[in-house]
């Protein structure tokens, strides 16, 4: 178990390692020269006297690496600059908008499994009857509708036409409504049909013959044994797609006007605000990583295969 | 004495297949003896297995016949009723039993779990029984905490034998339990069957295409082309002085060691042309009459006993 972890951690601190190494060729090569920018927004003329001057205070002068490593060191305090456009250090503004992304995802994954793992389930178990087909439409229709459409749809029928939900002000937890079911739908669908069919695969393993053969209940089989095999394959889907509910989540923010890291990346992108874009990119390659890291820690938990090293060939 | 399993007149066709895969098969098998069922791959005997369990995957289109255990017709039967005699009236080793055991689950639990539900005993109670089935199939008691990926392929077996044990099902079917293993642990394997053909009193349907292994534990022998039985038997009479050609060839085909080297192995002939009514065997037989291709012919009594499906050799 350790070695196979440690292995998959090896891999995952490479990751954030090239990231941070993109994300500090960004703040160099794309963003233009900062001396410059930062004399534009002083308001100093930009004279060769000047900008040399300011590339030394900002430590431009000197070596690529040694500029690398005195700005990942100021990153791992959490000082990603300042911004251009605002003048707010990035932390501050970090400081507000994280709690709001994170409220919007975790709300969205926790609705994604809390339908996603009964509705496959019944479906599975029920398949090809009316449960099934009636959760398997719904599922093509979640998949085949993008998710702003659905957000637009929400909103129009929950806020505009019933007066039911707010869709600005405060973030209450009614706020918070639209936009998860928004973010989490597309994901729930997708899940149905993974889990269901992780379960169906299942159901026509050998193992579950020798159950059945031993005139075992088909609730033992299923909660006793092929739940929990299916949830491996799952769970290795999961540590993915939180990845695409954190990139789904910039569209629902921009949509439903929610304060989150989303809306903050679309204004800074309008506003070529390079500290913003580099922070959000650094962010994002240490959420993908934690999440990985974790899915790996359950898989190897959930798995014995993977946990002692065993083959697959059984 | 009233046979334990009688099957009469079984059928069992898949979708989209010409001819049954199990066609119009009678076998009778009485308390406590060992009846073989050997044929080439694909005769459709595992088909016969499944079908005497009552499993019929969804591609099975129909099914004809009766199969009654002790008397009790079991085609038909409601899930619940099988259930009650699934693992103790019957039991089977399937085919794959390299799959039979659920991967991700010790081998102790899935005892428990068996044990459990089947007997109603409690955990602690049913690992001391299972600790003595392992020995009964000289397994070590430490195999409890593997996974079965950590087994060997004859210990895999000899578990799922064990568990067969633990139920004393009146009827074993026991499918090819010795084909995906070496030739000395095949010889401990059906040391282990004949165990429990004593110790249980079980009646064995052995299924093989290993004729050494029939011909020793097997008091009667069925030999099954193509869906039908076409010879039916005593073992040393089918073995010793069989009648249909197609048994001359099975036997005739089996590699001898006391044989010389330069003496090529024997081989059936491969049928030409499709089945067009007749006999089955016919395009392949060396002794064919023209009366084999007009019409089918039926089993009956032979001239050195037992049971045969020819026209030139009844
Ligand atoms: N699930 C299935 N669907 C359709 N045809 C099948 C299925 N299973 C087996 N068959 C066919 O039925 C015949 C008998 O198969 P099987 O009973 O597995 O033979 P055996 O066990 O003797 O090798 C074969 O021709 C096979 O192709
Ligand atoms: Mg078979």
Known sequence: ?314 | MEPLLVVEHFSVQYQRMDRPAVDDVSLSLNPGQVLGVVGESGCGKTTLIKGILGFFPHCVAGVAGSVRLEGKELLGLPDKERRNLLGTSMDVIAQDSGTSLNPMKRIGKQFSQILGEKLGLSYQSSMIYARELLARVNCPKELLNRFPFQLSGGQRQRVLIALAFALRPKLLLADEPTSALDVTVQGQVLRELELLRRDCKSAILLISHNLGAVSRIADQVAVMYQGQVVEYGETHQVMDTPSHPYTKGLIACVPSLSLPKSQRLYNIPQGGKEWEGGCRFASRCPERIPDCQRQAPQLRPGKKGGLVACHCCG
């Open chain 1, 1 to 314: 178990m350790p070695g196979y972890l440690i292995k998959k951690l090896g891999r995952l601190l490479l990751v954030l390692i090239g990231v941070s190494l993109i994300a500090f060729g960004m703040t160099h090569w794309i963003q233009g020269n900062p001396a410059e920018l930062v004399l534009a927004q002083t308001g100093v003329d930009p004279t060769q006297e000047e900008i040399e001057r300011m590339e030394h205070q900002l430590g431009l002068d000197r070596s690529l690496p040694e500029q690398y490593l005195t700005w990942i060191e100021k990153v791992l305090q959490g000082d990603f600059g300042t911004s251009y456009i605002t003048g707010v250090p990035v932390k501050e503004e970090l400081a507000y908008r994280v709690p709001a992304t994170l409220k919007l995802t975790i709300g969205a994954f926790l609705v994604t499994l809390g339908l996603a793992v009964p509705l496959g389930i019944w479906s599975a178990v029920q398949k090809d009857k009316l449960p099934d087909v009636l959760t398997r439409g719904a599922a093509s229709m979640g998949l085949a509708v993008p998710g702003f459409i659905w957000g637009l749809l929400l909103c129009y029928w929950f806020s505009v036409r019933l007066g039911l939900l707010p869709m600005t002000g405060e973030q209450t937890f009614a706020r918070l409504v639209l936009p998860v079911l928004t973010l989490s739908l597309p994901l729930t669908s997708r899940y149905i049909c993974v889990i269901r069919g992780c379960i169906l695969e299942q159901l026509e393993e050998g193992y579950v013959f020798l159950l059945r053969s031993k005139g075992l209940r088909e609730r033992t089989i299923l909660w006793g044994n092929v739940l929990k095999n299916a949830a491996v394959p799952v769970v290795s889907l999961l540590g993915l797609s939180l990845g695409s509910l954190l990139g789904g989540s910039v569209v629902v923010e921009s949509l439903f006007s929610w304060p989150g890291l989303g809306s903050y990346l679309i204004t800074s992108i309008n506003n070529r605000d390079y500290p913003v874009i580099t922070a959000y990119v650094l962010l994002m390659a240490v959420a993908f990583v934690l999440i990985n890291g974790l899915a790996d820690l359950l898989l190897c938990l959930l798995d014995p295969r993977i946990r002692l090293g065993g083959g697959r060939q059984t």
